[in-house]
């Protein structure tokens, strides 16, 4: 029987006062990036996840970077905006919980996996597309905050039982983390079309309704998906995914050598990460 929640009863928590500043600036057509540098150094939480960006071995391009203002010339505005994002995942998550832990670890690995994959096939959307993969996991970060014991034990049945996530929150709660996702456009600043790759995600691919950007966007979250499945083995969770892996390669043109580089660098960033 469905909890007695409701989609529309969820309390939605924002971004604190200083990354929502941060975001309104970078949505701008020509952000001040010397005032999103100050507003991100009164915020030492925002500060030490920026540079732990700037120095993973996704953006690191030379010597160690030991401050914000190097920090986003050095990655850029829409890399400062997944780090932001990532800051407030990070605040809202329930603290020094396992749930937190897996949400978090779910989250930066789609995200890795989605930027790394998109700078193969699709390189102009791959910071774009390393922000949806934040943006398509903050419904399970929605729902954990709102009713943490109910979600952890949801998590730990798919785990154990493998039970698509998806299929068992649409069964507890009547909806997906997914359709929370699509509330997170707006407070995030996210590109309007990855509303679409959202919505679509858990369903079956419609050739004569999808476009061929929303049918590659859409294929590399689903990989991202397949792959950390693969990278996480028996402890992951699963989701509904219609493509296989070799499907997925076909759409976005990549081969075997290219999905082992993928899965290596995403270690290597996430080891970093760790913790």
């Known amino acids: 029987m469905p ?25 701008g057509e020509e952000p001040d990036m010397n005032e999103v540098d100050k507003i991100i150094m009164q915020d030492p939480v ?10 993973s071995p996704l953006y690191r391009r ?13 990655i850029g505005i829409k890399n400062v905006r997944s780090a932001v ?22 989250s930066l690995g789609i995200a890795t996996l989605c930027k790394l994959i998109a700078k193969k096939s699709c390189p102009a959307a791959a910071d774009d597309l390393e922000l949806l993969g934040l943006i398509h996991d903050i419904g399970m970060v929605v729902l ?7 979600y952890r034990a949801l998590l730990v049945r798919a785990r154990t039982e493998n039970i698509a996530v998806d299929t068992l929150e649409k069964m507890e709660f009547g909806f997906t983390h ?9 407070e995030f600043r996210l590109p309007k079309r990855h509303e679409n790759v959202l919505t679509h995600f858990h369903q079956p691919l419609d050739e004569n309704e999808t476009n061929d950007e929303l049918k590659k966007e859409r294929a590399v ?43 290596e660098q995403a270690q290597a960033h996430l080891s970093d990460f760790a913790g």
């Open 144 to 150: 954990a905050y709102n009713v943490e014991d109910e």
């Open 221 to 263: 979250l689903v990989l991202a998906h397949r792959l950390l499945l693969e990278m996480h083995g028996d402890d992951a969770c699963e989701e509904t995914l219609f493509e296989t892996t070799d499907e997925l390669m076909h759409t976005l043109n990549i081969d075997e050598a290219i999905l082992e580089t993928i899965i």
């Open 46 to 55: 925002l500060a030490g996840t920026l540079l732990r960006y700037a120095n």
């Open 85 to 106: 994002v990532m800051t407030t995942l990070r605040a809202t998550c329930p603290a020094e919980s396992e749930l937190t832990k897996i949400i978090l670890q779910h």
């Open 62 to 74: 030379g010597g160690e970077i030991s401050n914000v203002p190097a920090a986003t010339r050095m």
């Open 178 to 186: 997914d359709q929370i996702a699509a509330r997170a456009l707006h």
């Open 3 to 27: 909890s007695p929640i409701k989609l529309d009863q969820l309390n939605f928590p924002g971004a604190s006062p200083q990354a929502a500043r941060v975001l309104g600036y970078l949505s």
